[in-house]
């Protein structure tokens, strides 16, 4: 499939009177077009810094984007997002790429109505006359399952449940019929019953307006249903990305490993124990100039505290940044 978002070496930092944060060290991936790739890893990882980073949306200061490129290729050619114009790049925000926040409580305006939320960014990316985008809004709320939508959209946001009000942020980033949607957690604040109706949700949307996604999570269950490729993060860099079956099925990296072994599962004994992973993440203050999971790896060998291991493929399709062969049972040989 064509490439739609191509993402080379991005850092960024944060720079606090604390001292400075390594926020995102390095982050590669291609995104095809109608393509689902989810983002995986713990608080702190990195995710989604690393997607806000591509949109500017980070505050800066503190914030800052040491290097990289995004470019994204929209119907007018290929733009590096990370070095567009201030004005270029709110053309494409809300536009050619929509973005859903974790929490809509705090993302949607408490004093607009939701109609004019939407009517706004419409108006604003469409050009259309006021009555054609309510009329298109209306569309939007029925479209996203939100019953009455005549009625909701003379609703505020603390007037809705928190299920809706992700709805009406699922409407605001699809309003102008995006190339890629970037769902940042968008499930998290919600109870399973909701994320499971959300996520059915996205599938059905991205299936009818063909368009890529990125969907940002700490729950691996969540993204096996979802996803056609993962991307687990850690410590702000890529430790692996495959196929989303060939993950699950030939994990390569020990710290994939310990967060699927997190997951209850239906289909094992059950008195089998949940896996723990032991320790706790990096300190991103303190510059790592080694396998940042070495501290908490029941594989780490003397190689693994000296470099940084690269992020190569091992299997077809699948790439992982290890230094040991979690199917041999030893460090690899290869180079590597």
């Known amino acids: 499939?064509?490439?739609?978002?191509?993402?080379?070496?991005?850092?960024?930092?944060?720079?606090?009177?604390?001292?400075?944060?390594?926020?995102?060290?390095?982050?590669?991936?291609?995104?095809?077009?109608?393509?689902?790739?989810?983002?995986?890893?713990?608080?702190?990882?990195?995710?989604?810094?690393?997607?806000?980073?591509?949109?500017r949306l980070i505050p800066m200061p503190p914030g800052r984007i040491e290097s990289g490129q995004a470019l994204f290729y929209g119907s007018d050619g290929p733009k590096d997002l990370l070095r567009l114009s201030q004005k270029e790049l709110r053309d494409i925000r809300g536009?050619?790429?929509?973005?859903?926040?974790?929490?809509?409580?705090?993302?949607?305006?408490?004093?607009?109505?939701?109609?004019?939320?939407?009517?706004?960014?419409?108006?604003?990316?469409?050009?259309?006359?006021?009555?054609?985008?309510?009329?298109?809004?209306?569309?939007?709320?029925a479209s996203v399952g939100i019953p009455d939508p005549e009625v909701r959209l003379g609703c505020y946001p603390f007037q809705l449940s928190g299920g809706m009000r992700q709805r009406v942020m699922i409407a605001i980033a699809i309003a102008c019929n995006p190339q890629i949607v970037i769902a940042d957690e968008p499930t998290t604040a919600l109870d399973v019953t909701v994320q499971a109706q959300i996520v059915e949700l996205f599938k059905r949307l991205r299936q009818e307006l063909g368009m890529a996604l990125i969907w940002i999570t700490h729950d691996l269950g969540i993204v096996a249903g979802l996803a056609d490729r993962v991307m687990v993060m850690y410590g702000g860099r890529p430790a692996e990305v495959a196929l989303v079956?060939?993950?699950?099925?030939?994990?390569?990296?020990?710290?994939?490993?310990?967060?699927?072994?997190?997951?209850?599962?239906?289909d094992v004994d059950e008195s089998r124990r949940?896996?723990?992973?032991?320790?706790?993440?990096?300190?991103?203050?303190?510059?790592?100039?080694?396998?940042?999971?070495?501290?908490?790896?029941?594989?780490a060998f003397p190689r693994c505290w000296e470099e940084i291991p690269?992020?190569?493929?091992?299997?077809?399709?699948?790439?992982?940044?290890?230094?040991?062969?979690?199917?041999?049972?030893?460090?690899?040989?290869?180079?590597?």
């Open 245 to 266: 079956d060939e993950l699950y099925d030939h994990p390569l990296h020990p710290y994939t490993i310990g967060l699927l072994g997190a997951l209850p599962r239906l």
């Open 310 to 336: 690269p992020l190569v493929e091992v299997r077809p399709k699948h790439m992982a940044a290890c230094f040991f062969d979690i199917e041999r049972g030893e460090p690899r040989h290869d180079g590597n």
């Open 1 to 55: 499939m064509a490439i739609i978002l191509e993402v080379r070496d991005l850092k960024t930092r944060f720079y606090t009177v604390d001292g400075v944060v390594h926020a995102v060290n390095g982050v590669s991936f291609d995104l095809a077009k109608g393509e689902t790739l989810a983002i995986v890893g713990e608080s702190g990882s990195g995710k989604s810094v690393s997607v806000m980073s591509l949109l």
């Open 95 to 141: 536009g050619a790429i929509g973005f859903v926040f974790q929490d809509p409580a705090t993302s949607l305006n408490p004093i607009l109505t939701v109609g004019e939320q939407i009517i706004e960014i419409i108006t604003r990316h469409l050009h259309l006359s006021r009555h054609e985008a309510r009329e298109r809004a209306l569309q939007l709320l």
């Open 274 to 299: 949940l896996v723990s992973i032991r320790g706790t993440p990096p300190d991103l203050m303190i510059p790592i100039q080694h396998c940042p999971f070495a501290w908490r790896c029941d594989y």
